[in-house]
C-alpha cells in the first residue's frame, strides 16, 4: 500500500481544512487507517483512526468533537475533516495504515506512511 496525503494549507484560526489521502494497492480496505501529526521539534501524535469498516473511530482529547475522520474504501481514500482549527494544530500531517487496532494511537504499530502534509494555523 502505498498513501498519498493533500489538502493541507495555511488557514486562519477558525477555518477549515479538509485533508485527503488516496491509496494505491489493492489491500487498504484492509487495514486500519489513522492520521498523525508533528510539530517542528516534538514527537509524531496521534490525532484520529477508523477501522476497516468505518464502525470504529478514534480520536485524539484535543481533536475531539473538531475533526472528523472518514474513509472511502471505493475510492481507496481517507479524509480529515478539521474544523475549529487553532494554533496549536500547526503541523505536518501523516496519514497511516496498519492491522493493529488495538493500538491505533501508536505510531510505531503503523505499517505504511503518507508523505505529509503542512497544516499551517495562524492566530
Known amino acids: 500500500v502505498q498513501l498519498q496525503a493533500s489538502g493541507g494549507g495555511l488557514v486562519q484560526a477558525g477555518g477549515s481544512l479538509r485533508l485527503s489521502c488516496v491509496a494505491s494497492?489493492?489491500?487498504?480496505?484492509?487495514?486500519?487507517v489513522g492520521w498523525f501529526r508533528q510539530a517542528p521539534g516534538k514527537e509524531r501524535d496521534f490525532v484520529a483512526a477508523?477501522?476497516?469498516?468505518?464502525?470504529?473511530?478514534s480520536y485524539a482529547d484535543s481533536v475531539k468533537d473538531r475533526f472528523t475522520i472518514a474513509r472511502d474504501n471505493a475510492k481507496a481514500t481517507l479524509y480529515l475533516q478539521m474544523n475549529s482549527l487553532k494554533p496549536e494544530d500547526t503541523a505536518t500531517y501523516y496519514c497511516?495504515?496498519?492491522?493493529?487496532?488495538?493500538?491505533?494511537?501508536?505510531?510505531?504499530?503503523?505499517?505504511?506512511w503518507g508523505q505529509g502534509t503542512q497544516v499551517t494555523v495562524s492566530s
Open positions: 477508523t477501522g476497516w469498516s468505518m464502525g470504529s473511530t
Open positions: 497511516a495504515a496498519g492491522t493493529d487496532w488495538g493500538r491505533r494511537n501508536d505510531s510505531s504499530r503503523y505499517t505504511y
Open positions: 494497492g489493492r489491500f487498504f480496505k484492509s487495514y486500519a
